[in-house]
């Protein structure tokens, strides 16, 4: 049997039969699409492991895609969906009893660790408040209504795309059908709630979707019965992120990686973020936690680089502890100052030399009139007391 025709029922059979998206449909066929095209294969017998490996070689050194540096190649995962693609297409033959080319044959490409791409608080603050730069209210409330969701519900885009108008905002939760048809329950914030009930006051649009355009028709929109697509709602993201400052890639995905972050750094469990977020698999869910593990954050902070941190204590103890011994003895000294019985003779002297001490520091300054005024004992050889006794003494002078 030709490959084209098994390549149309293997399509029918994912459809119908397994119940996959129209988007992994259409993935599938441009995948096995192109492997035919490049290897020219019409019979399954004809699919070799030489001609696999051909294939693989001729993905590994295709231009990564038009905004790609020069030089810069296809990447491994990129790969790997043609050759998922044609694995599942060569079970489909086995099952029905076509020779060809074994499905474990074929290995996936080594791939590294996935990154997640988040912002900080202070980013995602300055994100929901972007929209309120907006003049038109019913683009503002819109812009808000989008963003809060995605950051209080991790829905993913085409979920969002997915909302109807007559969402019911008198509960906290309502359910979604995420990937493979799976459906799952989803929960709204005050802010959420508040913001959309706010669109809706506001919305203007013919279409039963939530998120309508604005001004009956909008780019990525073919008319005004129809709801905002993925790349429209990816676009109006980037345009709060910029007006918000933040210098990152900031996409929906990305409020939907900060929504389980925020989960797990505030000590949600694994299993609980895994339902909010609809993954089949748990080791998905895993990656967010290389972001938010506090515990292993605590021990950098107690035992990394200890030796540094308990000098900088030290310094800091210390600095702390002569001031306070600076603020005491101040202290003590402005209260002897004021029992001293001789304080308005230190007063009367410190006018008298407040035009000679002008180049002292302040500090100094204060010292030096304390420690004047408080010998209680005066020196008759002093020279302010000398000037004291000098009219008795020009009297004695006169009586002679």
């Given amino acids: 049997m030709d490959l084209q ?6 399509l029918e059979y994912i459809e119908i039969e ?31 492991n030489e001609k696999v490996r051909d294939f693989r070689m001729w993905l590994n ?5 038009k905004k790609s540096l020069p030089g810069e190649t296809m990447k491994k995962k990129t ?32 791939v590294g660790e996935r990154i997640i791409d988040t912002i900080t608080h202070t980013e995602l603050s300055r994100l929901l408040q972007a929209p309120d730069s907006e003049t038109d209210p019913e683009k503002r409330a819109r812009g808000k209504a989008i ?10 885009v085409s979920e969002l795309c997915s909302l109807k108008n007559d969402i019911d905002l008198n509960v906290d939760e309502f ?4 990937k493979g048809g799976k459906v799952r329950v989803v929960f709204l914030s005050d802010a959420a709630k508040a913001a959309v009930r706010e669109y809706l006051k506001v919305r203007k649009g013919m ?11 909008e780019k990525g929109t073919r008319d005004r019965f129809e709801g905002l697509n993925r790349h429209t709602i990816e676009r109006i993201v980037k345009h709060y992120a910029t007006i918000a400052g933040i210098s990152k890639k900031v996409t929906p995905h990305v409020l939907r990686h900060m929504f389980a972050t925020d989960l797990l750094s505030n000590g949600a469990d694994l299993r609980s973020v895994q339902m909010m977020l609809g993954h089949a698999n748990i080791m998905t869910t895993q990656i967010y936690t290389h972001v938010t593990d506090k515990h292993l954050r605590d021990i950098h902070n107690n035992f990394h680089d200890k ?7 030290a310094v800091l103890r210390s600095k702390t502890a002569l001031l306070y011994v600076f603020l005491l003895f101040r202290f003590l000294m402005l209260t002897f100052h004021s029992r001293s019985p001789f304080h308005e003779v230190v007063d009367e002297r410190s006018d008298e030399r407040s035009e000679d001490d002008d180049d002292h520091p302040n500090d100094l300054h204060f010292f030096r009139r304390m420690l004047d005024g408080v010998n209680e004992h005066h020196d008759p050889k002093d020279e302010h007391c000398q000037a004291e006794h000098e009219p008795e003494d020009r009297d004695k002078d006169d009586k002679k």
């Fill in 79 to 110: 790969q790997n969906y043609y050759l998922i693609a044609l694995r599942v297409f060569l079970k489909f033959l086995t099952r029905r009893g076509i020779a060809s080319l074994p499905a474990d044959n074929i290995e996936l490409a080594k």
């Fill in 307 to 313: 030796d540094r941190k308990k000098y900088k204590r």
């Fill in 207 to 217: 279409s039963d979707a939530l998120f309508v355009p604005i001004g009956g028709k």
């Fill in 18 to 48: 397994k119940g996959r998206a129209l988007r992994t449909i259409e993935n599938y066929d441009h995948s096995l699409s192109v492997f035919l095209k490049q290897t020219k294969i019409t019979d399954p017998k004809d699919i070799t």
């Fill in 61 to 65: 050194r295709q231009r990564a895609g």
């Fill in 5 to 10: 025709d098994l390549k149309r029922q293997f």
């Fill in 175 to 178: 359910s979604v059908r995420g």
């Fill in 147 to 156: 963003l809060e969701l995605l950051f209080s519900t991790g829905l993913r």
